[in-house]
């Protein structure tokens, strides 16, 4: 059944119903009017009955009002007097005098009759020539024939009314199931030619503040970040292919100087094997930032509270091997921290930092880092970052006109800047007080684990 089928039934059922519901109440609002008017008039007679018989003790009075039927009932469900009304159990328990006075409809001689039974005391009637004292009741009916012609006729009216009624809801339910889905159905149409054309340049009108409206400036916001994306993806295709020409082209120099390797000295031999080398290194550094670019722009679910600090020291411990040959070292200020995260991530992220200190740090020099309270701080003494690069630290493929004859690739600190915004946190780069550059990286601390210790739980 499809959505317009569904909407179009459930208005038509909620019409149905409240028509439905309103002719039933009409019809039992005028049936409960019409027998009230009949209880009144055998209420009425009751009283003058009654009184009758207080007044004249031994017979009772005629009935005034034509069409009534009565009679008179003992405890026993004897007739003293009139006849002609069923007697019951309910009629007997109330001459008694343990049930109270009740009306009820009954059917004598295949006609219709209101009938009111009520307790009239004791009454004393004559049997041959003895009387006889008993406590009684008096049964009084009255026929419902009027009542049930006009509820007859009313039933027809009302069944008529319901027919149009149910008719009319189907034929509004489909008005307002075509026109509520006119809007929908624009919104469809061009959700599906986004679809067949890719073309996510396209916007819709905004609409109204209604949920259609809504929906719509929903799916603008969709076109527009998957514009985005994939504004970004070219723009990551076109600067990998950039960085990636110029190691090639030196491979591809140097592999030409190899097919006259015999014309080469054993020094120009060592040279130009260290050039290729380094190109190799080169792209297989762009390769793997790469990979983690990608990798870092999927949605990751698992992490762990783990040891900052630890983390810390570790990818400390590893770049003072890298800085060993310059002599550069690595001081190191921490203290106990815990972070939710995904430890491989955050460790390539605070590498990541300590290597583009130790780049830009001259020999003999010091790096300071600090891991505190969830803060990673990272101070290099090197020639500080230009005012005018620095709105494109964290750029992919930004490298700095004193960079470009360094080795890198360009995406370090981007994956940094990545790292960052997936594990909730935020990095910052500026100058550093007396020289050099400062790089802070901040990531939400946690409470320790119940079982914390002094070491990792890895």
């Not at 130790?358 to 969830?374: F, I, R, T, Y």
């Not at 409470?447 to 070491?455: G, R, W």
Request: proline residues 5%; glycine residues 10%; negative net charge.
């Amino acid at each position: 059944m499809t959505f317009r089928s569904r909407l179009v039934a459930v208005a038509a059922v909620a019409v149905v119903l409240a028509v439905l519901a309103a002719t039933l109440a009409s019809y039992f609002a005028a049936r409960n009017s019409l027998l009230g008017s009949v209880d009144g008039t055998l209420q009425a007679t009751y009283a003058a009955t009654f009184h009758g018989i207080e007044t004249r003790g031994q017979r009772l009075p005629h009935l005034a009002g034509p069409g009534h039927g009565y009679q008179v009932v003992s405890t026993s469900g004897a007739v003293i007097t009139g006849g002609g009304i069923p007697v019951t159990t309910a009629a007997k328990a109330v001459a008694r005098g343990s049930s109270p006075a009740y009306y009820a409809n009954v059917t004598i001689g295949g006609t219709g009759y209101r009938e009111l039974v009520a307790h009239i005391g004791t009454v004393i009637f004559q049997t041959g020539p003895s009387y006889y004292r008993t406590s009684a009741a008096l049964e009084l009916v009255l026929p419902l024939t009027s009542v049930n012609n006009q509820l007859g006729r009313l039933s027809s009216i009302l069944v008529i009314v319901a027919v149009l009624g149910v008719a009319l809801a189907l034929l509004l339910a489909w008005l307002v199931g075509r026109t509520a889905l006119v809007p929908l159905d624009e919104l469809t149409a061009a959700v599906e030619q986004v679809a067949a054309t890719t073309d996510v340049s396209r916007r819709l009108e905004p609409g109204g503040p209604d949920e259609l409206g809504r929906l719509r400036r929903a799916f603008n916001d969709l076109l527009a970040a998957l514009g985005a994306s994939q504004q970004a993806q070219r723009q990551l295709v076109l600067d990998a292919g950039h960085e990636l020409r110029t190691p090639l082209t030196s491979l591809r120099t140097n592999l030409e100087v190899v097919r006259r390797l015999e014309d080469l000295s054993p020094e120009e031999r060592d040279v130009l094997v260290d050039d290729v080398l380094t190109q190799m290194n080169e792209l297989t550094t762009l390769v793997g930032d790469l990979s983690e670019l990608a990798r870092g722009e999927q949605r990751h679910t698992e992490s762990r509270v783990l040891r900052l600090d630890l983390l810390v020291e570790e990818a400390v411990a590893v770049a003072m091997t890298h800085g060993r040959p310059r002599n550069v070292r690595f001081v190191l200020s921490s203290s106990p921290t815990w972070m939710l995260g995904q430890r491989d991530r955050v460790g390539r992220a605070v590498g990541n930092l300590l290597d583009n200190a130790l780049k830009w740090s001259p020999n003999d020099a010091v790096v300071e880092v600090g891991c505190h309270d969830g803060v990673i701080t990272v101070r290099d003494h090197g020639p500080g970052i230009a005012s005018e690069d620095l709105p494109h630290v964290f750029d992919r493929f930004y490298r700095a006109a004193a960079a470009r004859s360094l080795p890198g690739s360009g995406l370090g600190l981007a994956i940094v800047a990545q790292v960052a915004q997936a594990e909730r946190g935020s990095v910052w780069a500026g100058p550093a007080h007396g020289g050099g550059a400062l790089f802070r990286l901040q990531f939400p601390a946690v409470p320790p684990p119940p079982d914390a210790d002094e070491e990792d739980d890895d």
